[in-house]
């Protein structure tokens, strides 16, 4: 039975007061478990902080999102949007706003992130890594990573361009899908900025943290990455090597240990990367990039080159980062056998869906080059 409710029976104040009754309950319980959590542990408690922080302001941008809800067209009436499925409308609202950069970004970063610092010293000041301090530090890693997607993904689906690009080419975005607008979703951007910030504060990787902002004004509001697609994979690996700083440093703990002079070598080969291959995810967003006349690398030269310029330095990385790394020649087997896989099929397999395919199979080929150091280290600890 489908729970419908018509609009002229609710009483908009009850369900406003019922809303944040139960919020200030939740609120309640979050600050009270800051008294379960050692003072010394500002992981934790950094934790704690944000979800209260989250759950005190909640109620006006929620509020504001179900004030705005469309009738249905067929019976004029409204679904249900109690306390009970109003909280999970808004968390899928959220989700949705991240959930296709989860495979291009959380995960192959925080996977970085753990690798690295299990590296111990081949690239970081930690001579002997704790693992099982690392792993347990696996949610932490990811929830930054996540907590700095979120804020780019915000901050760049709330523009009018890009909820055209993303009516043709992703329509079940938050925007383009009517779940909220474009002011609040503003707003809901000056409420994760700060957020965000204080929570990379506490956990770790707050620099790496403004200096993304940074690169998300000038990605999105200064329009840079309509500016030239050189530009847009510049500020792309700049933001990859953020990610990829910040996600080891939070790995290692905040403040126990730091980069060392090689992992900054590291990261210029990942920037590096990044910028000659990154134009893969543009390949089968074409149309939509064209309905925002965005001047992406494949609309610019046209399809056909913009593959070559994909598969001939996917190949070249392949074998340059076992070699940096000195590795012995069956380790190049994976990395080299993903790669090839990448560039046979950018050549030969040219659909939509197959560009999405191998857009899919360009993230997992990243992550094994990011899992390099971690081999380097192992071949090092048993000699």
């Known amino acids: 039975m489908r729970r419908l409710l018509v609009l002229d029976t609710v009483n908009p104040s009850v369900i406003l007061e019922e ?30 902080k944000f979800t209260t922080n989250i759950l005190r302001v909640w109620p006006s941008i929620g509020v504001a999102m179900d004030s705005q809800a469309k009738p249905s067209a067929k019976n004029g009436h409204q679904e249900s949007s109690t306390t009970s499925h109003s909280y999970a409308y808004h968390l899928r609202t959220v989700w949705l706003f991240t959930r296709n950069d989860l495979k291009s970004i959380v995960f192959p970063e925080t ?24 792993l347990a530090r696996l949610p932490i890693v990811l929830l930054w990573c996540w907590i700095n997607v979120l804020i780019f993904d915000v901050a760049n689906q709330r523009l009018k361009t890009s909820v055209v690009e993303d009516s043709v080419n992703k329509p079940w975005r938050p925007l383009p899908s009517e ?76 403040g126990h240990c730091s980069l060392n002079s090689v992992a900054f070598q590291w990261l210029f080969i990942v920037g590096s990367i990044v910028f000659t291959t990154l134009q893969m995810q543009d390949m089968a967003d074409q149309e939509g990039d064209k309905a925002r006349d965005r001047g992406t690398l494949p609309l610019v030269h046209g399809d056909w080159a913009a593959r070559w310029t994909i598969a001939i330095p996917v190949g070249f990385w392949s074998v340059a980062c ?30 939509v869906d197959s560009d999405k395919a191998t857009w899919k199979l360009w993230n997992l080929w990243i992550s094994s080059l990011y899992l390099l150091p971690l081999v380097k280290y192992l071949m090092l600890a048993t000699y």
């Open 19 to 48: 809303k944040i009754q139960n919020i200030s309950e939740m609120t309640l319980q979050a600050e009270n478990l800051t008294l379960l959590v050692k003072a010394e542990d500002p992981l934790k408690v950094g934790l704690v």
């Open 111 to 134: 996977a970085f992130g753990i690798f690295s610092a299990l590296s111990g010293p081949v690239l970081t000041t930690s001579a002997y890594p704790d693992v099982l301090a690392i």
């Open 179 to 254: 779940r909220l607008s474009r002011r609040q979703a503003r707003r809901f951007l000056l409420l994760v900025v700060p957020l965000g910030f204080l929570a990379t504060l506490y956990i770790g990787g707050m620099e790496e943290t403004v200096a993304m902002m940074a690169l998300t004004w000038m990605y999105n509001d200064l329009r840079g990455a309509d500016e030239s697609y050189l530009v847009r994979n510049l500020i792309n690996a700049c933001g990859f090597v953020c990610y990829s700083s910040g996600a080891t440093r939070v790995a290692c703990g905040h």
């Open 322 to 351: 076992p070699l940096f790394w000195q590795l012995h020649a069956f380790i190049f087997l994976v990395p080299a056998a993903l790669g090839g896989l990448v560039s046979f099929r950018i050549i030969l397999c040219r659909s």
